[in-house]
């Protein structure tokens, strides 16, 4: 049975029922006043996987409307490609603008995020960004996780840590 999530000024949310039960046992979306708010990942993840609708203006969007809508962002496939995956794998995955990247990514029943995860598209990567990522990642006590998007859109994982000689 589909649940709506609706845009409203940029927000994405649901106030029902299948939207609180799927954030409490599955932690996808944010509890916040009486609705659970989601992230454009997290909003197609579950159109794609628990069909979800997505309502904006009184109208339910198609696939196509959506990816169209949420892809303003250049970079918002090779993403979702990568947040897909992790959530295949059984992880949960929230933002990481305030860590430096794209993802923390926690293990289940874990409330600390073990990873910062960069999603990529091409296989070239700048060492000194790669050295400064490392130590953002550090610093916060998380691992570094690169994930490589191929022209296929599979996933290939990279696991990065600091370590002392």
Sequence with gaps: MAFQIYILANKLFSSSQKAFTLENVK????????????????????VETYNAQIIKNNK?????????????????????????ELRKKGYIVKAGLKFGGDFRVYEKNNPHAKYICYPFSSEKIDIKDLISKT????????????????????????EIDWIKP
């Excluded at 996808?28 to 993840?45: C, H, P, T, W």
């Excluded at 953002?136 to 994982?157: I, N, Q, R």
Aim: zero cysteines; aromatic letters at 16%; charged letters at 30%.
């Design 27 to 46: 932690k996808l979306g944010e509890k916040r006043d009486n609705q659970i708010v989601y992230s454009e990942f997290e909003a197609l993840y579950l």
């Design 135 to 158: 130590r953002v990642a550090h610093s916060t006590g998380k691992k570094l996780l690169l994930a490589f998007v191929d022209k296929e859109d599979d996933v290939l994982f990279y």
């Design 60 to 84: 339910i969007l198609s696939n196509h409307e959506i990816i169209k809508l949420f892809s303003k962002e250049k970079s918002f496939l090779t993403k979702y490609y990568v947040f897909k």
